[in-house]
């Protein structure tokens, strides 16, 4: 899962909210976009991704980092505004502990999405506060794809811890290639239930909140299973990937393929914030299975891609978070 709540609670807001406010208006006032923007920092030697951004002027992070200190100077002299603006309105640094999920500049809400601010406006109609507030000790996927060569469902378990008193849920979000497809039904498994979902099937995308059977103290751990079943004809697989925004302990990711109609190539990626991306060819065992382990996985997404005989259509499919 992937997600941030549009408020965020504490004694930084305020001074979240000044910078973002004033880093907002500056934009407009300049008449950039933010991919213009990232472009003219990039001229300057200084790197910031297009979700960064999106973050900082959405008042969701703030630079923290000497790096996204030297950035924001930047930023100053790019939008025309006076020299320190900016960056006297982001304050002292965040008192940082053992709780690192808290830290600023990571990767956006959509930020390893095709539409970062569809997924964004749509995590924002539910409430995803209390996703920085979970460390991911450990995550397992299973998807199945059927004799049709379609992906049939997917199952999830996942291990979180409390870093906070008060976590009541999970939120996912989920894509489908194949924007005329049905989105999936989420189906509750095991120590949650639904809550509200929200579905643009123009784009192929679902987020649903998942709510836990009571809300976790500080400390405490929850193992949920939830899965997503598309309906009949499935959308034709041809890859499964998983996107962290934040790290993860272990993942675990499995394909199961039906044992009498398996492809013939299949490869294991990583892919970073920056696109690039480590590939390897893997081998499908004797049951028609494939599965991959991370460890300490950083932000990125972590996924397989196959090929099917060329009897088959070329199309691609879904990917979650």
């Not at 603006?85 to 390893?112: C, H, V, Y």
């Not at 809300?215 to 959308?235: D, K, M, S």
Request: aromatic content about 8%.
């Amino acid at each position: 899962m992937s997600g941030q709540s549009v408020s965020v609670a504490g004694p930084d807001r305020a001074q979240d909210t000044e910078f973002a406010d004033a880093l907002r208006a500056a934009i407009e006032a300049r008449g950039l976009g933010l991919e213009r923007l990232r472009e003219h920092l990039a001229h300057r030697g200084v790197s910031v991704s297009l979700a960064t951004l999106s973050y900082w002027q959405s008042g969701r992070s703030r630079p923290e980092r000497p790096s996204s200190l030297t950035a924001v100077g930047h930023l100053e002299t790019i939008l025309g505004v006076p020299p320190g603006e900016l960056a006297m309105l982001l304050g002292p640094p965040r008192p940082r502990g053992r709780w690192s999920n808290q830290a600023t500049d990571r990767p956006a809400i959509g930020a390893f999405w095709p539409s970062l601010y569809d997924v964004e406006d749509a995590v924002g109609q539910v409430n995803a506060f209390w996703d920085e507030r979970l460390t991911r000790i450990s995550q397992h996927d299973r998807v199945f794809v059927g004799p049709d060569r379609g992906e049939q469902s997917y199952v999830s378990r996942q291990v979180l811890r409390a870093e906070r008193d008060g976590p009541d849920r999970w939120v996912v979000i989920m894509h489908l290639d194949e924007h005329d497809r049905a989105l999936p039904q989420v189906q509750p498994l095991r120590h949650c239930h639904l809550g509200r979902t929200i579905a643009k099937p123009e784009v192929g995308l679902l987020v649903a909140e998942l709510l836990f059977d009571r809300p976790l103290r500080r400390g405490e751990t929850i193992i949920t299973e939830h899965a997503l079943i598309n309906e009949a004809p499935c959308p034709l697989a041809t890859n499964y990937e998983r996107k962290f925004r934040l790290p993860v302990r272990e993942f675990v990711l499995e394909i199961v393929f039906d044992p009498d109609v398996v492809p013939i190539h299949c490869e294991q990626y990583t892919r970073r914030e920056n696109g690039e991306e480590n590939v390897r060819v893997v081998q499908i065992d004797d049951t028609g299975s494939v599965h991959g382990i991370a460890l300490d996985f950083e932000p990125g997404c972590y996924g397989f891609r196959w090929d099917w005989p060329s009897t088959a259509p070329d199309r691609a499919v879904a990917s979650e978070d």
